[in-house]
């Protein structure tokens, strides 16, 4: 008995043997494989080119690391899936070991033995994983069927060849570092409509969309958003239901074959394609973005990106930063998308109103004043017409304090805020708001009568 169990033991091992030398050249993984979460070669499966690599990268410190895939042949190590716990990702303590299973695909346990997380296996026996050059990890059965696979469990990152299915959606993170899910989503909905959103993280409520392509079924049968394609050759759209295709963005001319791309909703809200040479000599970086959505997400999501009291500015790469208003600090400084506060140094006190044009103008009004506290209200006296002499932006402003839209509002007198804003002085743009641009002004409390 004890021979034949050793025998068995022997062709057992040899029968390991070649198929873990194999798993280096065709990316396969035999089940009984596994991983331990140290710093090492040990720690995870290539897939067959060497592009991508599916195991524990460290974090920060070497104590912790997340289960992720990862671009395996640049400097900048950058993740393109993880796994989730809930809202958080999977963080396993060195020494956690994951394991290639046949009845439950992977198995992730902590390093007492417990276990911590596992992939979704609804049917079937695991015949082995495959790390595919698309950047997909596959558990594949007998017959190389798919039984899950990380491209149907996208975490905030899309890759060519990969599709997201209708109540598909990606989230994004906290912050570059933190892959805690943030507030933005990309949702192919029910509906057929892609979108982004930003949602309310302990409901998982949907607020306002910044952007979307409209692609429910109308007045068309047939005609809602079955699937967002991103195809292997770089281009993205959304294919109907009925075979049509909205075409979304494209590499512009960024070849797939020597660029690695991505697409990624950032923890700032950007949904943008990146791309970053293969061949490289020195150092080579992403290209960001080479494209993005919505165009433009200060004009479009205001005060949803930076929060209240602060205003929204579009770098030259066209992703938001925030900067608070003179005599306004972060809430949190390591945060600055959480929002401004007042200083509370400050003797003087200031009080921000925001003032809603109903046509295309947001305009801020910093009341700062070393005595007055409280509203004011001054009412529109002078009467004034649209003239070639005035900018289009007041024009509008005077089109607005001349309709009946602003009695939510403080409103102040036209030539109050020209004074207060040095006539919309460039210098006084404080940037770009829900509804077009934001500008400071000081008003003396003593000259408003
Ligand atoms: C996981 O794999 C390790 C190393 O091969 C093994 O010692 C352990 O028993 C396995 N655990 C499970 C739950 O299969
Ligand atoms: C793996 O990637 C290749 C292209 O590199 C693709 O043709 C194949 O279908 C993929 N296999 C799986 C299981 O995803
Ligand atoms: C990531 O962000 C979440 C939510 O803000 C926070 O609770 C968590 O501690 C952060 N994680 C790290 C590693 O900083
Ligand atoms: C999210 O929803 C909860 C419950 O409705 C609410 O208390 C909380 O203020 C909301 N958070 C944000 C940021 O809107
Ligand atoms: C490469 O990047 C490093 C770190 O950012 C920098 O110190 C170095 O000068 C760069 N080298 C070249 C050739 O640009
Ligand atoms: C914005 O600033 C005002 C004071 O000017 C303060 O009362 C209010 O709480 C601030 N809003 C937030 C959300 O911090």
Redesign the pocket.
């Known amino acids: 008995m004890a021979v034949a169990l050793s025998v068995e033991m022997l062709l057992f091992s040899l029968f390991l043997l070649p198929i873990s030398v194999i798993s280096q050249n065709n990316g396969r993984v035999a089940v009984g494989s596994s991983l331990t979460a140290t710093i090492g070669d040990s720690s995870s499966w290539l897939s067959p080119s060497g592009d991508f690599e599916f195991g524990f990268s460290p974090?920060g410190n070497n104590d912790l690391f997340l289960l992720s895939i990862w671009y395996a042949n640049i400097p900048d190590k950058t993740v393109v899936w993880y796994a989730y716990d809930g809202n958080n990702p999977m963080v396993a303590p060195r020494g956690s070991v994951l394991n290639l299973t046949a009845n439950s695909g992977l198995v992730l346990n902590n390093p007492q033995g417990g276990e911590i997380w596992k992939s979704e296996i609804t049917l079937g026996t695991v015949a082995n994983g495959v790390m595919n050059d698309t950047g997909n990890f596959v558990l594949q059965h007998q017959n190389s069927g798919s039984l899950w696979e990380t491209f149907s469990n996208p975490t905030d990152t899309v890759l060519p060849g990969q599709t997201i299915e209708r109540n598909g959606k990606l989230s994004c993170r906290?912050?570059e570092?933190?892959y805690?899910k943030g507030r933005f989503q990309l949702r192919l909905q029910d509906d057929g409509n892609l979108v982004l959103i930003s949602v309310n993280l302990t409901t998982d409520k949907a607020k306002k969309a910044y952007f979307s392509t409209k692609t429910t079924a109308g007045n068309v049968p047939g005609s809602q958003g079955k699937e967002l394609v991103f195809s292997s050759s770089g281009d993205m759209s959304v294919l109907r239901e009925n075979d049509g295709r909205v075409p979304l963005k494209g590499t512009e001319g960024v070849s797939v074959r020597d660029n690695y791309i991505r697409a990624t909703l950032d923890f700032d809200g950007i949904f943008a394609l990146y791309s970053h040479p293969k061949y490289f000599t020195g150092n080579a970086s992403w290209i960001s973005p080479l494209v993005y959505m919505p165009d433009d997400i200060c004009l479009r999501l205001g005060v949803g990106v930076c929060g209240y009291n602060s205003t929204c500015k579009l770098k030259p790469d066209k992703r938001p930063t925030c900067e608070c208003p003179k005599g306004f600090s972060f809430l949190d400084p390591k945060d600055i998308y959480r929002g401004c506060k007042p200083d509370l140094s400050r003797k003087s006190v200031t009080r921000v109103e925001s003032v809603l044009l109903g046509t295309s103008i947001f305009v801020i009004v910093v009341l700062s004043s070393a005595l007055c506290l409280g509203f004011f209200f001054v009412f529109w006296k002078k009467p004034a017409r649209p003239s070639e002499n005035r900018t289009t932006i007041e024009n509008e402003m005077i089109i607005f304090m001349k309709s009946k839209r602003h009695h939510d509002f403080s409103v102040f007198s036209y030539s109050s805020i020209v004074a207060a804003t040095s006539n919309f002085a460039e210098e006084n743009k404080l940037g770009q708001g829900g509804f077009g641009p934001v500008y400071k002004g000081v008003f003396d409390p003593g000259s408003l009568s």
Request: glycine fraction near 0%.
């Open positions: 974090l906290q912050s570092t933190n805690t």
